[in-house]
């Protein structure tokens, strides 16, 4: 049983206008795959289907053998936390330190305070933030705040890391940190999935690359330097 499976899937926003069509593709437990394509290919419309902001008109995401699209409401919050994701904009909280910015994430869930205690410092120290616990975003460099965002994401301990562009913002060799660090958060056991415009990272790793075209899936292969 794969851990992520799309099948078939088929997305319009708006009726007749498919920015997905006939995608399946599936993703194992512990893998690290890149999803890449140029801007509008579809890349955010794969991750907002596997987060369940967005429901496929035909086909299905199916995520630990669920159909996701028959997840209930009280059921999605459980669903939410197997599933973590980090921005191109960090979506941090100025007006909070690095610490409260990852704990707000578990407070929102009623975790008790010994395990907020316990879970951030692990996370952010994972991150090599800790030392970085008071500072407050202003204060930190782009990749920095992706990393307290990789923090956050990870404080509910998720099965699979998304990273929608998490490189957007930063320069290439903080860049190239950001991936080293998704890399050793795979190996710790998460599945991790990058969406990425950038040709470059994927040419630097030899990962599972899916490549999307006009909401095409039109190569799934091991890639080293990958050409379409
Ligand atoms: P990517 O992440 O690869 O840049 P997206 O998934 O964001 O691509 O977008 C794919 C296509 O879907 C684009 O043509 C985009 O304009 C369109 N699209 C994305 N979101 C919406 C939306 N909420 N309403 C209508 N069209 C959308």
């Not at 290439?172 to 890399?183: A, C, H, M």
Request: aromatic share 6%.
């Amino acid at each position: 049983m794969s851990q992520i499976e799309f099948k078939n899937v088929t997305k319009e926003y708006i009726p007749g206008n498919k920015v997905l069509d006939d995608v399946s593709f599936s993703i194992e437990k512990g893998e690290f795959i890149f999803i890449i394509g140029p801007s509008g290919a579809g890349k955010s419309t794969i991750i907002k289907l596997l987060t369940r902001e967005e429901k496929p008109e035909e086909g299905q995401v199916v995520f630990n053998n669920q159909d996701i699209s028959n997840i209930k409401p009280e059921e999605m919050p459980e669903f939410r936390r197997k599933i973590g994701v980090v921005y191109q904009d960090y979506k941090l909280l100025n007006s909070k330190t690095v610490y409260d910015n990852v704990a707000v994430s578990l407070e929102v869930v009623d975790a008790d305070e010994q395990e907020i205690k316990s879970v951030v410092p692990n996370v952010l120290s994972l991150v090599g933030l800790l030392d970085h616990s008071s500072y407050y975003p202003q204060e930190l460099s782009g990749g920095e705040k992706q990393r307290v965002a990789i923090a956050r994401a990870l404080a509910h301990e998720p099965d699979v890391l998304i990273a929608d562009e998490a490189t957007g913002m930063i320069d290439p060799d903080v860049s190239d940190e950001i991936v080293e660090l998704l890399e050793k958060i795979n190996s710790l056991g998460t599945t991790v999935i990058m969406a990425t415009h950038d040709q470059r990272i994927v040419d630097k790793l030899t990962k599972r690359v899916i490549k999307i075209q006009k909401g095409k899936l039109v190569s799934d292969k091991k890639g080293g330097k990958y050409r379409a």
